[in-house]
């Protein structure tokens, strides 16, 4: 057992120290040596958790993931209904930015360079598809419970995870630029007013 847990005190302090890294950094410029330094661990102990800095990264990414995850299941389970559940999720982005404390531009970054390299494309597009499977499940709750029109559900979707991603975009480019958690509520409503049905009631903000 406590073998286990100083295995466990390792994984998280790799994970720590690469994120730190990455954020100041940049993805290219970080190297194995440098996080193992920060984490205070042999490249040993670094590859015995991660067969590469490029699956490192990708824990991070999958656990920055994973809370998101967490917070649009809850959203969605206290929601009256589907348009209020999205209401709920527009206010996400204030927390978002705040989850991800820095590590956004490091995210842009690899997903830039992933762009440009197959195995990474496949790797970093999988969370987009999740989400536009969520929303896109949730988007025919709401034509099946009446309070959306009948859109088709996979365009809906994928309109909606392009305006969450402009969103994180500009708000990681600019973050001074705008309050963006009411450009999020806001945008939210625009995009609601066109799936909505007319006759249902918009609650305040």
């Known amino acids: 057992m406590a073998r286990q847990q100083r ?16 954020a100041r950094n940049g993805y290219d410029a970080t190297g194995v040596a440098e ?8 490249k040993g102990g670094f590859y015995h958790h991660f067969s590469s800095k490029r699956a490192l990264f990708l824990a991070l990414f999958e656990q920055w993931l994973t809370i998101l995850d967490g917070q649009l299941a809850a959203f969605r389970a206290e929601a009256e209904n ?7 999720m527009a206010g996400m982005i204030g927390q978002v930015f705040e989850v ?7 995210f842009l970054d690899f997903w830039s360079k992933a ?23 949730m988007i025919q709750e709401g034509i099946d419970e009446g ?4 859109v088709d559900p ?8 392009s305006l969450a991603v402009g969103l994180l975009q500009q708000g990681t480019l600019d973050p001074d630029g705008a309050d963006w958690a009411q450009v999020a509520k806001q945008s939210i409503d625009i995009y609601l007013k066109g799936i909505a049905k007319q006759n249902l009631k918009k609650p305040g903000f």
């Open 35 to 42: 996080i193992c330094r920060r984490a205070d661990v042999t």
């Open 7 to 22: 295995a466990q005190e390792t994984r998280a302090r790799i994970l720590e120290a690469g994120a730190a890294c990455f």
């Open 147 to 150: 309070t959306l029109r009948a």
């Open 100 to 106: 991800a404390s820095g590590q956004l531009p490091m």
């Open 115 to 137: 762009a440009h390299d197959a195995d990474g494309w496949e790797e970093i597009i999988a969370p987009y598809r999740r989400y536009q499977a969520f929303f896109s499940q």
């Open 154 to 161: 996979e365009t809906a979707a994928q309109a909606l995870v």
């Open 82 to 88: 589907v348009p209020d559940g999205l209401r709920e």
